[in-house]
């Protein structure tokens, strides 16, 4: 599974400009053949030039063509596809304390932290006059000869945040950033389950929740009373079992939605803590009804 932003920063294929952890990359990509599962470990902001594309969260599919702008929270994962070619979006990387210490500086009012933030990981923010304008300026600055000077850029991602929290349009997006300036840290019980059924190790799952591997696994311990291995394991488990009752998928696909890779290890384990294996239970429920 690919991290986004890793492979932004890294690939000299992509337009980019970077100051600290703030990244600004304009992303080109040909159509693809196959769906393809990415995490990125920092907000951002995806806005799309040209080109269409689909996102598909845990809850919600998003088709997305020129014009459209979401945001995606950090310590995510979401399949991603193209359905046209010359796809170009922009894609703006700004990381919690960056928004956090601009939300101070100008006073920003966002949403109550008391209120219920129920978005989804990818939130959909309306198309007006000022973002379409922010975008269309920030594109030029891929065009010119070098590169503007940190600190105009600085400016520029401090532009997005301001424009964004000062606009009435955006009110989910301003709820979560009222709840993200709120805590000192993501949850990590928020991030796993979220996720448990991405495939992604342990390390990943603690860059996620923005911890070392070491504090991670001491923090998950204090909350789950459990290790993250065994935890995603059992948590697994159950939710490959819920699926084999609800759902007509084939076993290997339930085994896929839950975040098995190995198809033996999967039915060893199934059959471990349940004593028959995942097409056995399948059959034992039908046999109920």
Not at 126 to 141: H, I, M, Q, R
């Amino acid at each position: 599974m690919d991290n986004l932003q890793d492979y932004v920063e890294n690939t000299k294929a992509l337009k980019q400009f970077q100051v600290d952890e703030l990244l600004f990359a304009e992303f080109k990509c040909p159509i693809q053949e196959e769906d393809n599962s990415i995490w990125w470990h920092n907000n951002f902001f995806a806005y799309v030039v040209s080109g269409k594309t689909t996102l598909q969260t845990q809850q919600k599919t998003y088709t997305l063509e020129a014009g459209d702008c979401v945001f995606a929270k950090k310590g995510s994962v979401i399949i991603h596809s193209q359905l046209q070619d010359d796809f170009c979006e922009l894609l703006v990387f700004v990381p919690d304390d960056f928004i956090k210490t601009i939300v101070q500086k100008h006073k920003l009012k966002l949403g109550n932290r008391f209120q219920t933030n129920e978005s989804d990981t990818i939130i959909p923010l309306s198309n007006d006059e000022l973002l379409t304008a922010y975008f269309s300026s920030l594109l030029l600055y891929f065009d010119l000869p070098k590169a503007p000077p940190k600190k105009s850029l600085k400016l520029k991602f401090e532009e997005l945040i301001v424009n964004i929290a000062s606009n009435n349009n955006h009110q989910s997006l301003n709820l979560y950033l009222g709840e993200l300036c709120s805590r000192t840290k993501p949850s990590i019980k928020d991030i796993m389950e979220a996720n448990f059924c991405q495939n992604l190790s342990i390390e990943e799952f603690a860059r996620l929740c923005s911890r070392s591997l070491s504090a991670f696994k001491s923090e998950f311990k204090i909350l789950y009373q459990n290790t993250p291995g065994t935890w995603l394991r059992e948590r697994r488990l159950e939710h490959s079992k819920y699926l084999l009752g609800i759902s007509d998928k084939s076993i290997s696909e339930i085994m896929d939605h839950s975040g098995f890779e190995n198809p033996s290890h999967f039915i060893r384990v199934f059959n471990s803590k349940y004593g028959v294996s995942p097409g056995t239970y399948r059959t034992q429920l039908k046999n109920k009804q």
